[in-house]
């Protein structure tokens, strides 16, 4: 099949005005990838080598953000909405080029499975002019409806314009058709647009090529290839179906999730077998997670790689650049952005490191600060290995602690520590013995006198 041609247009001029966002639906994100890219991704991993992208409303913000999720695309605009047909006809061009295979694919449709399409893409290549991905629904209403006789697919209907008995039809389109590159152009110039909503319909390409006497198949698959986009309880439905798959997925490769349900992952999350994962835990984009770690409950992760054997959490937040080597420990109420952690170390409780290296061993206790930032700029703090930074210390950046260091608790140290030193940043403690006593019945006396007067 590789050797076979492809090239996937995706529809994306919607109005998604329902969406009632200032931002254009198939930019709308499902485990924080916009939906059009999932697309790409599907025809990607389809095999498709050439993309095309219809875009219409916000066009400027579309190829800027195609940019990114689909840098080989080329983008057209299709200026008028006059149906499906008129917009695949916007990438006129890229047709033209010839390809042995034309996959259309819907921008707002995000969980289409790249399988779906590589057979739809076989049955091309066993000789099918236009293959149509069906799903079969208990509730067809709003979908255009696949018209078989004697087994074979002559139209396909859309709603509007289906008669009463043809409504009853539960094998419906998905919004997912092959079309042979050499009839493409041919069948798609041939759409007229009488039809209850005066559009330009890519369904009718079924009967016309029907009528000619070309081969026109009908798939199967899942409803979930079907699920358009239209509002934020559909978006919401689909990230549901998503982060189940994902979910699985990750269960199936070897990491224990002890509540699933509450565990939610980006599109691009790594996560090593033997991972154990609490609950109600998120993963923002660009986590990566080697083997044998555990992830306490309650923990938001983003931008950050955990080496193996790290124990993360409860409560804890990993900001990006956050870099834990092996067997680090980062614990309750500990937040850690743009800092090395190395083999061993541990920062326990209610901590903030941030633009920071720690050394491999070191023990950075409760309420440590690294105070890394004057209002202005950024500044850098680097602990030696071993160190042991006492319960409470600011370490006001740029500042280093050097291997051994030891900082007595309670510090603020402004002054970069040589290896193996103690330092104190306090003021020494003065214990005046019986002054608490005499402090409170001088207090209690006023008082007394305040209310009498
Ligand atoms: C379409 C199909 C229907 C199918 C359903 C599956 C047609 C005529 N109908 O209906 O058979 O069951 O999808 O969800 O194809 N678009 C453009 N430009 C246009 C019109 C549409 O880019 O001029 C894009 C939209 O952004 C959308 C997609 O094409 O992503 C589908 O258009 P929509 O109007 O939603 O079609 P449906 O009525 O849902
Ligand atoms: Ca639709």
Not at 250 to 261: K, N, Y
Request: aromatic residues 6%.
């Amino acid at each position: 099949m590789s050797q076979r041609s492809c090239l996937s247009i995706i529809l994306a001029a919607g109005e998604g005005t329902r969406m009632k966002s200032a931002v254009p639906k198939v930019l709308h994100t499902i485990a924080g990838l916009p939906m059009a890219a999932h697309v790409v991704k599907a025809a990607e991993a389809a095999g498709s080598g050439e993309l095309a992208l219809v875009i219409g409303h916000g066009a400027d913000e579309m190829r800027k953000a195609a940019l990114k999720f689909a840098p080989k695309a080329e983008a057209f605009v299709q200026e008028k909405r006059l149906g499906t047909a008129h917009a695949v006809l916007a990438a006129r061009a890229a047709i033209s080029k010839g390809y042995d295979d034309i996959l259309v694919m819907f921008g707002d449709t995000p969980l289409i499975d790249p399988e779906a399409l590589a057979a739809a893409r076989l049955k091309l290549a066993e000789g099918a002019a236009v293959v149509v991905v069906g799903f079969r629904t208990e509730n067809p209403s709003g979908y255009g409806r696949l018209i078989e006789k004697a087994g074979k697919l002559v139209a396909i209907r859309e709603e509007k314009d289906c008669s009463d008995e043809e409504k009853k039809i539960t094998f419906c389109n998905g919004g997912l058709m092959a079309v042979a590159g050499r009839h493409a152009l041919k069948l798609l110039d041939q759409v007229g647009s009488k039809n209850a909503k005066g559009e330009y319909y890519l369904t009718d390409i079924v009967e016309i090529a029907a009528a000619q006497g070309l081969d026109v198949v009908a798939t199967e698959a899942s409803f979930e290839n079907a699920l358009g986009i239209n509002n934020r309880a559909e978006l919401a439905q689909a990230e549901g179906i998503w982060q189940q798959r994902r979910r699985r997925e990750a269960m199936l490769s070897g990491v224990t999730l002890i509540a699933p349900e509450t565990v939610f992952f980006s599109h691009d999350t790594e996560i090593g077998a033997d991972t154990i994962v609490e609950p109600n835990v998120w993963f923002g984009p660009d986590v990566k997670i080697a083997t044998g770690v555990k992830i306490h409950a309650f923990s938001h992760i983003e931008g950050a790689t955990i080496a193996s054997n790290c124990d993360v959490g409860p409560f804890a937040r990993l900001r990006p650049g956050a870099d834990l080597r092996t067997k680090a420990k980062v614990g309750n109420f500990c937040e850690v952005k743009q800092a090395i952690v190395e083999e061993g170390a541990k920062v326990n409780h209610l901590t903030y490191i941030g633009d920071a290296r720690i050394g491999a061993g070191a023990n950075i206790g409760a309420g440590t600060i690294t105070c890394n930032y004057d209002g202005y700029s950024k500044f850098f703090t680097d602990i030696g290995e071993g160190a042991f930074i006492g319960s409470n210390s600011s370490l006001v950046a740029p500042v280093s602690i050097g291997k051994g260091g030891y900082i007595a608790s309670g510090s603020v140290i402004t002054e970069s520590v040589p290896d193996d030193a103690l330092a104190f940043g306090r003021a020494r403690q003065r214990t005046l013995p019986g002054k608490g006593k005499e402090l409170r019945e001088r207090f209690s006396q006023a008082a007394a006198a305040r209310k009498k007067g």
